[in-house]
C-alpha cells in the first residue's frame, strides 16, 4: 500500500490581520540542539531500519503496532532548529482570502537554490524539518521552503461567509503551492526566484509534479523529486483508504502519546523526526485532549484525481526528474516500462554520475528498503544526500558553455 495524502489548513487557528507577519528563529528558544537532534538520528537509524516497507494512502496512516518495538521517550522539539522563519503569508482574490503558512530557510549566497518541499495529506511543513537540517549540512548556502496545505495548517476562506474553503483538488493545490512561492519572493524581495529543486512526499509529489509541468515558474525550476508514490500503487491503495483511517485513533491524551503512537505503530521509525513532526499534526481539544487537525475524510472525493496522470506527467515534464522509493513494488506499469527502456537513470541504491541528460522523459530512482512510507523522515541524511547529489548533478550555474563560433572568428581562431 502506499501513503499519500498532502494539504493543508488549521482549523481553529484564528485569521490573522491583512499584514504578513514573520516569526525568525533564535538559538535561545531553541529547545533541542542541533548536535542533539543528529546524535539522537543517527542512532535511531540503526533502531528502526527494518526491511519492510508497509504504507498506505494516508501520510499518517500505518496503523498495525509492532510490540517488540519499544521506543524510548522522545518529547516533543519545535521549529526553530531546522528552519530560520516560520512565514504567515496573506493573499486575497474575490474568490478567497488565504493566509498560507510556510517554513524557511533563505538561500545565503547569490546562485545558491532554494528546495520547495511540500508534504503528504494529513502531514505538516515540519514532516520536512530533519531533512532540511541534513540537507543545509551538504549544501550550507542552500534554502530550504517548506509549504503547508489548506486545511494542514494554511487557512484559506470565503470573503463572504469566512467559511474554510475545502476543495482539495490537485488543480486548487497547485495554484495555492504557486501562490507561497511567489509570495515568499515577494516578502523576501527577491527580484527573481533562485534556482528551484521542487521536493514533494506523497500528495506533495503529485502537487509538486504538477505546478513542474505547468510551467507558471518558468525556468527556474532546475527540477524535482517525488518521494514514495507513484500513479498504480497509489490508485491501488484508495480502496482500503477509509477503513484504515477509521482505524486511527481519534484522540491522544498528550502530544508524548501521539509520538509514541506514531513510532508503536511504525508510521515513522526515527524518534527524532517524530517529535519534529507530529506535534504539528494536531491541535488541543478543550478538555486537554489531542485530536487531528486535518479531516482526511473531507478530502475523500479528490483522492482519485491526485494521482490519476501522474507517471505521464511525471515523465513528460521538463525539468529533471528524480523518484525515491521505500520499495520496487511501488512501481507502476508506466514507470516500469519507462525504466526498461532506459528512461530510468539510477536503479535501487546506485547513484549515477553521468552529466544532466537530454531525454526529458529519463528520470533517476533511488530504492531505500530500509525506510516507510515517510522516507525524508525515517531516513534524513540518506535522503538529503540523495536530493544533494541529484542537485550536484543538473546544477546548470556550474556549466562552462563552450565559446560562440563568432567569438572565436573575432579571436582570429580558425574554426
Same mark, same amino acid.
Not at 535511531?44 to 496503523?63: C, P
Not at 500528495?203 to 509534479?209: C, D, I, R, S, Y
Not at 487531528?292 to 529533471?320: C, H, I, N, V, Y
Given at each position: ?54 504504507? !498506505? ?18 518529547? #516533543? ?20 482570502? %488565504? ?7 533563505? &538561500? !545565503? ?20 524539518? #530533519? ?37 482539495? !483538488? ?16 515577494? =516578502? ?5 526566484? &533562485? ?10 509529489? %503529485? ?49 508524548? %502519546? ?10 515513522? @521509525?526515527?524518534?527524532?523526526?517524530? @517529535? ?9 481539544? #478543550? ?44 512501481? $507502476? ?20 554520475? =553521468? ?22 523522515? $525515517? ?17 546548470? !550555474? ?18
Amino acid at each position: 500500500m502506499l501513503l499519500l495524502l498532502l494539504l493543508l489548513l488549521l482549523p481553529g487557528r484564528l485569521f490573522r490581520s491583512s499584514y504578513t507577519t514573520t516569526t525568525t528563529a533564535t538559538t535561545s528558544s531553541s529547545s533541542l540542539s542541533k548536535e542533539t537532534f543528529t546524535h539522537a538520528q543517527e542512532g535511531v537509524e540503526a533502531v528502526y531500519d527494518d526491511s519492510s516497507s508497509s504504507s !498506505s494512502l494516508s501520510s499518517t496512516g500505518t496503523v498495525v503496532p509492532t510490540s517488540s518495538l519499544k521506543a524510548a521517550p522522545a518529547p #516533543p522539539v519545535g521549529w526553530s532548529d531546522f528552519f530560520e522563519q516560520e512565514l504567515y503569508l496573506d493573499y486575497q482574490t474575490d474568490s478567497l482570502r %488565504a493566509q498560507y503558512h510556510v517554513y524557511l530557510t533563505a &538561500p !545565503s549566497a547569490p546562485n545558491a537554490p532554494l528546495f520547495v518541499c511540500h508534504h503528504g495529506a494529513g502531514s505538516s511543513a515540519l514532516s520536512f524539518a #530533519p531533512f532540511a537540517l541534513e540537507l543545509r549540512k551538504l549544501l550550507p548556502t542552500a534554502g530550504v521552503l517548506s509549504l503547508e496545505a489548506r486545511d494542514h495548517g494554511s487557512v484559506v476562506v470565503s470573503p463572504s461567509s469566512n467559511n474554510a474553503i475545502l476543495d482539495f !483538488s490537485l488543480p486548487v493545490l497547485t495554484l495555492d503551492a504557486l501562490a507561497m512561492i511567489r509570495l515568499t519572493q515577494a =516578502k523576501l524581495a527577491w527580484p527573481s526566484l &533562485p534556482s528551484l529543486v521542487l521536493v514533494g512526499h506523497s500528495l506533495g509529489g %503529485a502537487v509538486l509534479t504538477s505546478v513542474a509541468a505547468s510551467f507558471q515558474l518558468g525556468p527556474s525550476v532546475l527540477g524535482y523529486a517525488v518521494l514514495d508514490v507513484v500513479e498504480g500503487s497509489a490508485m491501488d491503495a484508495l480502496s482500503s483508504m477509509s477503513a484504515l483511517l477509521r482505524s486511527r485513533p481519534s484522540t491522544f491524551p498528550t502530544l508524548q %502519546a501521539a509520538i509514541d503512537w506514531h513510532l508503536r505503530s511504525r508510521t515513522l @521509525r526515527n524518534p527524532a523526526s517524530a @517529535r519534529a513532526s507530529v506535534p504539528s499534526l494536531l491541535v488541543e481539544l #478543550p478538555s486537554g485532549e489531542w485530536t487531528w487537525r486535518t479531516d482526511l475524510a473531507a478530502t475523500q472525493p479528490f483522492w482519485a484525481g491526485w494521482f490519476e496522470g501522474l507517471s505521464r506527467k511525471f515523465l513528460e515534464a521538463r525539468g529533471a526528474k528524480l523518484l525515491l522509493l521505500a520499495g520496487t513494488d511501488r512501481l $507502476d506499469k508506466e514507470l516500469m516500462i519507462g525504466q526498461m527502456q532506459g528512461k530510468s537513470l539510477a536503479h535501487q541504491t546506485l547513484l549515477i554520475t =553521468k552529466p544532466p541528460f537530454m531525454n526529458l522523459r529519463k528520470f533517476q530512482m533511488h530504492v531505500f528498503p530500509a525506510a516507510g512510507h515517510f522516507i525524508h523522515e $525515517d531516513l534524513p541524511a540518506k535522503t538529503a544526500a540523495a536530493v544533494a547529489e541529484f542537485f550536484k548533478r543538473n546544477d546548470r !550555474s556550474t556549466l562552462v558553455l563552450p565559446p560562440k563560433v563568432s567569438e572565436l572568428l573575432a579571436q582570429g581562431k580558425k574554426v
